[in-house]
Nanobody
Framework: QVQPVESGGGLVQAGGSLRLACAASGSTFSINAVGWYRQAPGKQRDLVAVIGARGTPKRYADSVKDRFTIFGDAASKTVYLQMNSLKPEATGVYYC??????????????WGQGTQVTVSS
């Protein structure tokens, strides 16, 4: 069983940056994708970005393209989400989802506990 753990959330002003981290432990040999999801207050959980096991492919939600970057470090089994030019609508709990590609893009992999991101205007 893979257990992802998120970190790096916090409070930031609009226009600022944050870097989230998703560290996976357990039986990671079966993972070939990691995704970041955002759940805004009262909203469903939406996919923000996803990356394949070797750093490719990468997919982004249209709302974050050119501002967010997903990348990984194989040695530490950690996937990062670099978020730049943050907007207030980015506020929410960010969750990491890990598994095989088809599971992750549909939110059916293993979930972490989430990390709160708050962007003030």
């Amino acid at each position: 069983q893979v257990q992802p753990v998120e970190s790096g959330g916090g409070l930031v002003q609009a226009g600022g940056s944050l870097r989230l981290a998703c560290a996976a432990s357990g039986s990671t040999f079966s993972i070939n994708a990691v995704g970041w999801y955002r759940q805004a207050p009262g909203k469903q959980r939406d996919l923000v970005a996803v990356i394949g096991a070797r750093g490719t492919p990468k997919r982004y939600a249209d709302s974050v393209k050119d501002r967010f970057t997903i990348f990984g470090d194989a040695a530490s089994k950690t996937v990062y989400l670099q978020m730049n030019s943050l907007k207030p609508e980015a506020t929410g709990v960010y969750y990491c989802n890990v598994g095989v590609w088809g599971q992750v893009v549909n939110g059916r992999g293993s979930w972490g506990q989430g990390t709160q991101v708050t962007v003030s205007s």
